[in-house]
């Protein structure tokens, strides 16, 4: 391992098998809207969940016509951590899913949060708090953020608790979150270090398997406890990932290039176009006329030449050969693509 290098906990590196969190959703209403609900007549499920929630509170709204302008329909979704225990409390994300303005100072009604079993883990009830706002006149609106979107902090109670037994397990799989042979393989070591013996076997450049039996450790959990912690230096692939959007380019430690020469300008054709309308003389005879008027031009910048850029060893080289180009982070993005082209740039090339 190098002098330099900066160890991780396994903690951050793999995901425990079975430990795991569960997605859950609902459907619910909002109420108590500044007259920024749901238009029932383009939303008509909303009025059919509001019909529901208030015949279960015992009225009778059947064959009523009501048009309320302060209610909503949403979508409320959430994550069931592991090991969540009935009582807990977890939070919601609220969206709105009719044409209602926004959600701002409203409340979800009770709403049961199923799992894809289909079973209610989970109930959802609290005050929205949106992430923006939204003012409207006669001619003119403005919107910042996404007021018809929120979040419920601590707004769903854990009713049912998922079925796992951690401490049965006699063998567990880590899954490394960015699959390696070689950093598994220092998971693999790393772990057998700690013991001091064979604890731990790599599967495969994704999965190490630990024998919870092996680390003569009071249980399962205890085990866990002690390996999370454990040190392991990654290993990254040489990765230069760029932005053509915003011009981002970030470059992994291990990125290599060879000795090349790079030329770069910019080439600018324009091209006017400026029409002129002919008239005959007063009371003679002849007929108006546009005479079409061209003019192109080709700009060239000098550009930077024909510049080296050397051979580079390590990270701070490679930065050091590149910038002597001189040239702006856009530029810099098309002469990575041709130094890689060109087979001189020695890493994984994304564009995003």
Do not use: C, W
Not at 42 to 62: D, K, Q, S, W
Not at 228 to 243: G, S, W
């Amino acid at each position: 391992m190098p002098a330099d290098a900066a160890p991780v906990r396994l903690k951050d590196l793999v995901e425990f098998d079975g430990v795991r969190g569960n997605d859950l959703v609902g459907y619910g209403l909002v109420v108590g809207l500044d007259g920024t609900g749901d238009g029932l007549r383009n939303a008509p499920f909303t009025e059919e969940i509001m019909t529901n929630i208030l015949e279960r509170l015992g009225v009778n709204v059947t064959g009523e016509q009501f048009r309320p302008k302060n209610v909503a329909a949403v979508l409320v979704t959430a994550e069931l951590p592991p090991f969540s225990r009935a009582g807990s409390q977890i939070d919601v994300t609220v969206s709105a899913i009719g044409d209602a303005g926004s959600l701002l100072g409203g409340t979800l009604v009770m709403t049961p949060l199923n799992a894809a079993d289909g079973q209610i883990y989970a109930v959802a009830q609290g005050t929205v708090i949106a992430g923006g706002a939204r003012a409207e006149g006669e001619a003119a609106s403005v919107t910042q953020g996404v007021p018809t979107s929120g979040v419920i902090p601590s707004g769903a109670r854990v009713e049912q608790e998922i079925d796992f037994a951690l401490s049965d397990l006699q063998q567990l799989r880590l899954a490394l979150r960015v699959p390696d042979f070689t950093t598994a393989a220092r998971i693999e070591q790393a772990i057998n270090r700690e013991f001091g013996r064979g604890v731990a076997l790599m599967l495969d450049a994704g999965t190490v398997a630990l024998d919870v039996g092996a680390t003569r450790m009071r249980s399962t959990a205890h085990a866990l406890g002690r390996v999370e912690n454990i040190l392991v230096q990654p290993e990254r692939k040489a990765r230069v990932v760029v932005d053509q959007r915003s011009g981002t380019i970030v470059m992994g430690d291990d990125v290599r290039i060879s000795r090349v020469a790079v030329s770069q300008g910019n080439l600018t054709l324009r091209i006017e176009e400026s029409p002129l309308v002919v008239q005959p003389n007063p009371f003679s005879e002849g007929q108006t006329l546009v005479v079409p008027r061209s003019r192109a031009q080709i700009d060239e910048e000098p550009g930077t030449g024909l510049a080296e850029v050397p051979e580079g060893t390590s990270l701070s080289e490679v930065i050091a050969g590149l910038n002597a180009l001189g040239v702006s982070p856009r530029d810099m993005i098309d002469i990575l693509k041709s130094i890689k082209a060109a087979g001189a740039l020695h890493a994984e090339f994304l564009v995003r």
